[in-house]
C-alpha cells in the first residue's frame, strides 16, 4: 500500500495532471485588497477582536472561512493528505504576528483515508502585537496571505490576499467591540486539560513499524458515563495511524485510549501534543451532544507488558534510586572498591575530623560528578534516537578495553609496582600525611566505572522510569543512585563513633592493600573475557599484550623515580610514550577486530558460553521465535543477560544452571530463550522497555497459553525461585 505521507504532494500532481485543479486567486482581476474575499468553495474575511488599537496593545486577528456545504479545509496535522491553511503577514514595523492558534478539528473518512479538517465555518486567530511606537491618529494597517486546500471528492489550492485598517487611539480612549466571530472562536479553541493524561507507548514492532500508543485519561465515573465520544489529533503528523479506530477501555481508574502508532512515532521520552476531543452529554438536554477540546502534553513513557512492574512516580523512582545505589556497594563488581577507600580511612586516622569529613565529600562529588556525566550522555544520544539503557558503555569493546586496562592499572598500584601520588585508587603512603582529596574524588569516579556492570534490586524500576522522562527527571534519578552508592562511605567519614571502631593503622595495611590487588586483576581477566566475546579472539592478543606493556611502563617509572633528574625524566617520557602507543595500537586493532568479527562475535557472546558443565537447556532468543512459541501455547521463560553484567553471570551460574532448574524446565516442557545484549541489539532493547526496563538481567516466564500475562522475576535469582515461578507463576 502506499505510504500517505506523501498525500499533499501526490494529490496536487495528480489534479493539475487531470486539468481540473488550478490554484484559484481572489484578488487577480486588479480590484483593490479589501478584508474579504471569495472563491466559489470559500469566502474569506479579515476580523479584529478591537475597533481601534492602542500602542503596545495585543490584539486577536481571524480568518474566517466560511465554507459551502460538503467541503472542508485542513487544520495544522491535516491527517492522511491535505495542507493546512497559512497566513503570512505583512505588518507594520515593529508589529509582531503569533502562529495561527487551531480551533479543535473535526475527522473525515474518505476510503481509506482520514483528514482532519474544518467543514461549514472556522475563525483562524493570531495573536498580534502592535508596536509602542505608533502615534493616535494614524492608521495600523495588515495585509494577509491566505492559502489553503479546500477538497471534497476533488481538492483545490486556493489563495486570498486580505488587507484590514483599523484606526490608532490613544491608550485613554476606548478600542470599541470587535467582531463577534473572534469571541465565538475564543470559546472554540482547546483548553488546558483538567486531568492528568498520561501517555505511554510499546516497543515499535520492526516487521509491521508499528507500535500501540495509549492515553490514560483520569475520570470519575460520572464523568465516565456522559462520555459519548472521545478522540486524539495530534499536532504532529504521524504519530498515530489516523485511519484506524481509537479502542477505548473503561476501568476504575478511568478511559484508556489505545491507537496504532504511524509512520514517525514519538521516541520514549518525547513530548506528545494534540488536542483530546471529548463529546459528552449536555447536563440539561440528554439528547444534545456537545463537544469539548482540551490541550494534551505528556511524556511518553514505555508501556509495560502485562505482567510486568507497574509504572512508578516520580519520587517513588528517587527513592528506588537511592536504596538501589545503597545496595549496590554490596555487589561483586563494587565491594572491592568501596573496600579500598574504606582502608584508605583508617590512614587518615591522624587527620582532622573536618579533613576526614572532607574525604567523603570530596568521594561523594567524584560519584555524583560521574552519574551526572552518564546521565547527560544518556539524554545526549537519547536525543540522537539511539536506544540504550544501563550499562550501554560496556557493549563498546573499545570501553571495555579501557576498563580493563584501568583495573589493571590499579591492580598494579596496589602490588606496589608503581605509585603516583594520590593514585587512582586513593590509597597511599602520602595520603597518610596530607587530605588527598584528589585521590578520594577519583576514587568516586572509579566506583561509578565498575558499578555500571551491576545491577542491584530496585535498581531496574528506578533506571527504566528514568530513560522514559525528560532530561531533568533523569538527571534527578541518576544523581540519587549516585548519593546512595557513595553514602556509606559519606556516613562513615562524618561519624566519629564510625571511625573508632576501625582498626588502628599498621604494617596490616599494606598487606591489605596488597590483598586487594587481586580482585582487580580478576576485574581485569573478566573484562577481557568480555573483550573476547565482543571482538573475537584476535582480541585477546591485543589486550594481553597491552597489559604487558602498561606493567613495563609502570615498572621503568618506579624504577627511574629515585634516580637523577635526567634519568627520571627520560623514564617518565618513555613510559608515557608506552601508554601512548598501547593506548593507540589498542583503538586501531580492536575496531578492525570488532568489524571483522561481526557477526561471529554475536553468536560467540556470553549467551553462548554459558555452561560447557551441563548439556545446553537454551535456544538463543529472537522476535520471530518467542512469536511462534507463544502461537502454539508453549510456556517459554526469557533470559536477558549480557557477558558484561555481573549479576547476570551470577544468576546463571547460582540459579539457571542448577540441576533442580534444569530438570523442572525439561518437566515442564519449558523453552528456555536467552538473549544477549552483550553487544547492542535494538530488539532487545525495545524488549526491555516492555518492561520498563533499561538494562539486564530481565526474566520473564510465559505460562502455557497465556502470552498476555507473563511474569516477571526478581533481578536476583535462586532455584526455589525460578522452580516456584515457574510452576506456580500466579504467585508472583
Known amino acids: 500500500m502506499m505510504s500517505f505521507s506523501n498525500w499533499k504532494s501526490v494529490s496536487l500532481a495528480l489534479l493539475m495532471m487531470a486539468g481540473g485543479c488550478i490554484v484559484q486567486s481572489a484578488f487577480a482581476d486588479g480590484s483593490a485588497v479589501s478584508n474579504r474575499a471569495a472563491t466559489e468553495q470559500v469566502t474569506a474575511e479579515l ?21 459551502i456545504p460538503h467541503w472542508h479545509t485542513y487544520w495544522v496535522n491535516p491527517g492522511d493528505s491535505g495542507t493546512a491553511t497559512s497566513i503570512a503577514w505583512t505588518l507594520p514595523e515593529g508589529a509582531t504576528a503569533s502562529e495561527i492558534i487551531w480551533p479543535a478539528p473535526g475527522r473525515f473518512p474518505m476510503g481509506p483515508i482520514t483528514n482532519y479538517a474544518y467543514e461549514n465555518e472556522v475563525t483562524l486567530l493570531t495573536k498580534i502585537t502592535v508596536p509602542a511606537s505608533v502615534n493616535p491618529g494614524e492608521e495600523f494597517t495588515v495585509q494577509a496571505l491566505v492559502d489553503w486546500l479546500v477538497c471534497k471528492e476533488e481538492c483545490i489550492p486556493q489563495q486570498v490576499e486580505l488587507a484590514l485598517s483599523l484606526p490608532v487611539v490613544a491608550a485613554t480612549e476606548t478600542v470599541g467591540a470587535g467582531d463577534a466571530r473572534i469571541d465565538q472562536a475564543l470559546a472554540r ?9 498520561r501517555a505511554s507507548q510499546t516497543a515499535i514492532n520492526p516487521d509491521t513499524a508499528q507500535g500501540e500508543l495509549t492515553l490514560h485519561i483520569p475520570l470519575s465515573a460520572q464523568q465516565r458515563a456522559q462520555v459519548k465520544d472521545i478522540w486524539f489529533y495530534p499536532y504532529d503528523w504521524g504519530r498515530i495511524q489516523q485511519s484506524d479506530a481509537q479502542q477505548r477501555k473503561e476501568g476504575a481508574d478511568g478511559i484508556a485510549l489505545t491507537i496504532k502508532t504511524g509512520e514517525a512515532p514519538a521516541r520514549i521520552g518525547d513530548a506528545l501534543t494534540g488536542v483530546l476531543v471529548v463529546s459528552e452529554q449536555s447536563g440539561d438536554d440528554a439528547s444534545q451532544i456537545i463537544s469539548r477540546g482540551f490541550e494534551v502534553s505528556s511524556v511518553v513513557q514505555a508501556q509495560a507488558a502485562e505482567g510486568a512492574t507497574a509504572p512508578i512516580s516520580f519520587v517513588s523512582a528517587l527513592l528506588l534510586a537511592l536504596v538501589g545505589g545503597i545496595i549496590l556497594n554490596l555487589m561483586p563488581c563494587v565491594f572491592p572498591v568501596l573496600s579500598i577507600k574504606a582502608l584508605s580511612l583508617v590512614s587518615h586516622a591522624n587527620q582532622s575530623a573536618a579533613q576526614v569529613r572532607m574525604q567523603g565529600v570530596v568521594y561523594t562529588l567524584g560519584v555524583l560528578a560521574s552519574f551526572a556525566l552518564l546521565a547527560l550522555l544518556l539524554i545526549v544520544l537519547k536525543a540522537g534516537g539511539a536506544q540504550i539503557g544501563w550499562g550501554f558503555q560496556f557493549q563498546s569493546p573499545l570501553f571495555v578495553l579501557a576498563v580493563a586496562y584501568l583495573m589493571f592499572a590499579v591492580g598494579l598500584s596496589l602490588s606496589g609496582v608503581f605509585y603516583i601520588g594520590g593514585s587512582i585508587a586513593g590509597v597511599g603512603s602520602s595520603l597518610t600525611e596530607k587530605p588527598g582529596y584528589s585521590g578520594s574524588f577519583f576514587t568516586g569516579v572509579l566506583a561509578t566505572i565498575v558499578a555500571t556492570p551491576c545491577t542491584a534490586p530496585f535498581m531496574a524500576a528506578a533506571l527504566g522510569y528514568a530513560l522514559a522522562q525528560p ?21 562513615l567519614s562524618c561519624w566519629p563513633g564510625l571511625q573508632r571502631r576501625l582498626p588502628r593503622p599498621g604494617m596490616w595495611m599494606e598487606r591489605a592493600k596488597q590483598i586487594l590487588a587481586f580482585p582487580m586483576y580478576a576485574a581485569a581477566i573478566w573484562l577481557v573475557w568480555v573483550l573476547v566475546q565482543q571482538a573475537g579472539v584476535n582480541a585477546l592478543v591485543i589486550a594481553l599484550g597491552g597489559m604487558l606493556l602498561i606493567a613495563f611502563a609502570a615498572w621503568l617509572y618506579n624504577t627511574t623515580l629515585l634516580s637523577s633528574t635526567r634519568v627520571r625524566r627520560a623514564g617518565t617520557v618513555f613510559a608515557i610514550a608506552l601508554i601512548t602507543f598501547v593506548s593507540g595500537v589498542s583503538y586501531l586493532s580492536v575496531n578492525s577486530s570488532s568489524a571483522s568479527a561481526g557477526s561471529a562475535s554475536a553468536g560467540n557472546t556470553a549467551a553462548n558460553n554459558e555452561n560447557k558443565l551441563t548439556e545446553q537447556n537454551w535456544e538463543p532468543y529472537s522476535e520471530a521465535r518467542l512469536a511462534e512459541l507463544l502461537r502454539e501455547g508453549k510456556p517459554v521463560f526469557l533470559n536477558f543477560t549480557a557477558s558484561w553484567c555481573i549479576s547476570c553471570l551470577v544468576n546463571e551460574r547460582v540459579a539457571l544452571s542448577d540441576a533442580s532448574v534444569i530438570e523442572t524446565f525439561k518437566q515442564q516442557g519449558i523453552v528456555y530463550l536467552k538473549g544477549d545484549w552483550t553487544n547492542r541489539d535494538a530488539a532487545i532493547t525495545q524488549f526491555l522497555q516492555k518492561f520498563n526496563r533499561s538494562g539486564v538481567p530481565l526474566y520473564v516466564f510465559y505460562p502455557a497459553g497465556q502470552s498476555e500475562q507473563p511474569a516477571e522475576l526478581p533481578q536476583i535469582l535462586t532455584p526455589d525461585m525460578v522452580i516456584a515461578a515457574v510452576t506456580k507463576p500466579a504467585s508472583l
Open 47 to 67: 476580523v479584529a477582536s478591537v475597533q481601534a488599537v492602542q500602542p503596545g496593545a495585543e490584539i486577536h486577528l481571524g480568518v474566517h472561512q466560511h465554507i
Open 471 to 491: 532530561a531533568a527527571a533523569l538527571l534527578a534519578i541518576f544523581l540519587s543512585l549516585g548519593l546512595g552508592l557513595a553514602l556509606p562511605y559519606l556516613v
Open 189 to 197: 479553541l482547546p483548553v488546558p486539560s483538567p486531568w492528568d493524561i
